[in-house]
């Protein structure tokens, strides 16, 4: 069962070495539609910015986009790899995969998954707001939310690179 997580900017390398059958895209709402990849096999497609909190003038992530996020992955059998990706590689995508850790490892203590996450990719920052959702919907009881927090920001980066998110 592999995880990937990259920038958009790696997503044609990543597709070509690893073949995944499920990608996850989240990109801003103003990304203009070649921007976003038409890989073969299933594709979510979740349109927001990154942001923390609500903001006039962006769009904030929601609970809605996460659970969708949640049945799309919840349908990823594994055969295959599942790729996310998000413009820098680095909060939007990070998150998502944290939130999918979660998910396929329910009995898996947060703060595990959260470390192994920053052991993979020291600049992973993931998106607070995101992560607060799934911490909801997931039944974490404000774990991950703690889990994010103790491994705090990530090391500054422009772009993230591709890494393998560890499932087990």
Known sequence: MTLLVCPLSQ???AVTLHRPSHMVSLLSPSSPPESWP???GEHLRLAF????APR?????????QVADLLAFTARWDAARPLLVHCWAGVSRSTAAALI??????????EAEIARALR???PY???NPLM?????????RSGRLIAAVAAIGRGAETFEGALFEVPLA
């Open 131 to 139: 992560v607060a959702l799934a911490d909801e919907m997931l039944g």
């Open 124 to 126: 992973a920052t993931p």
């Open 38 to 40: 038409a890989p073969d």
């Open 56 to 64: 006039d003038g962006l769009v904030a992530p929601n609970a809605e």
């Open 100 to 109: 999918i850790a979660c998910q396929r490892a329910p009995g898996r203590a």
């Open 119 to 121: 052991l993979a990719a």
């Open 11 to 13: 997503v044609d390398a």
């Open 49 to 52: 910015h990154d942001i923390a």
